[in-house]
Each structure stands twice: as structure tokens, then as C-alpha cells.
């Protein structure tokens, strides 16, 4: 693979890829956030005017329930580290991108491209080896938590 197809196949392919997780880790940890702030604000509201409001405690208890649900899920899915992880790689990339492309130090010698892949494929590594052990921590969580609702 020559330079011109690592950076149009694999360097741009890995800033998209970065980019569009980020993005959408990013609008899940958002979207959870502001139902939890929703239900929040508006408990006291129906709390406050419970005798008023029909089924207001029913409703104040479902609001609750709403706000667990998506806090676990945020906190089970780590929507937000993952955001900032996916993030901080894709800017990463492409700040070793244009470093290459200016020819700007480390990239101003004339093994580069050498230097190039090496940070690149250092980087996806890294990344890789981080989701894998905070994927391979929250299965242990669960399998823990599984085998003390057992006993």
C-alpha cells in the first residue's frame, strides 16, 4: 500500500469511523442526559400539585422509573467515556494527518511515511485495547452482579 492509499483508505477511512461513533455516542449520552433533567424538573412540579393533577403520584413514580432507566443505561453503555475516546482518537488522527502533510516535525525526514503508519496504527491499537478492556470490566460487573443476585 503506498502513501497516497493508506491515507485515502486507511487514515481517512479511521477519522470517519472515529468521527461517526463519537457522534453518536455523543447524541445518546445528550439524549439520556436531558430526559433525565426532563423528569427531574418537572417531579417537583407534579409532586406539588398532586392533589390538583390527576394520577400524580402514579405519574411522579413513572417519572422516576424514567430517570433510572436512563441513567443504567447510560452508565451500562458508557455513552459519554466512549464519546470522549472516540473523539479525543479521531483528533488525534488527523492531527498526525496534517503533521504528515505539512512535513511538520516528526514528519520533515525521510522515513515519514514509516513514522506515519507507525503513530497511526499505534493509536487505533491503543483505542482498541482500552475498548477492549473496559468492554472486558463491565462483563466481569455484570457477571459479578449476576452471581450475587443468585446467591
Known amino acids: 500500500m503506498d502513501q497516497e492509499q493508506y ?7 479511521q477519522i470517519c469511523w472515529y468521527e461517526k461513533k463519537g457522534n453518536y455516542n455523543k447524541t ?3 439524549n439520556l442526559k436531558t430526559i433525565e433533567i426532563i423528569c427531574a424538573a418537572i417531579i417537583p ?3 406539588g400539585f398532586g392533589n390538583v393533577v390527576p394520577f400524580g403520584s402514579i ?3 413513572i417519572l ?3 430517570i433510572g432507566i436512563s441513567a443504567g443505561i447510560a452508565a ?4 459519554h467515556d466512549n464519546w470522549m475516546a472516540y473523539r479525543t482518537t479521531s483528533e488525534m488522527l488527523k492531527h498526525e494527518k496534517y503533521l504528515f502533510l505539512t512535513h511538520t516535525i516528526p514528519y520533515d525526514t525521510s522515513d515519514a511515511f514509516t513514522l506515519l503508519v507507525q ?7 491503543k ?4 475498548w477492549s478492556s473496559v468492554n472486558r470490566s463491565t462483563e466481569k460487573e455484570k457477571t459479578n452482579d449476576h452471581e450475587l443476585e443468585l446467591s
Not at 119 to 125: A, F, P, Q, T
Not at 127 to 130: P, V
Open 64 to 66: 422516576g422509573v424514567i
Open 127 to 130: 483505542e482498541n485495547t482500552q
Open 7 to 13: 491515507i485515502n483508505q486507511r487514515l481517512e477511512d
Open 28 to 30: 445518546c449520552a445528550n
Open 59 to 61: 405519574i411522579t413514580g
Open 119 to 125: 503513530s497511526v496504527e499505534g493509536l487505533i491499537s
Open 45 to 47: 412540579f407534579v409532586a
Open 76 to 79: 451500562l453503555n458508557k455513552y
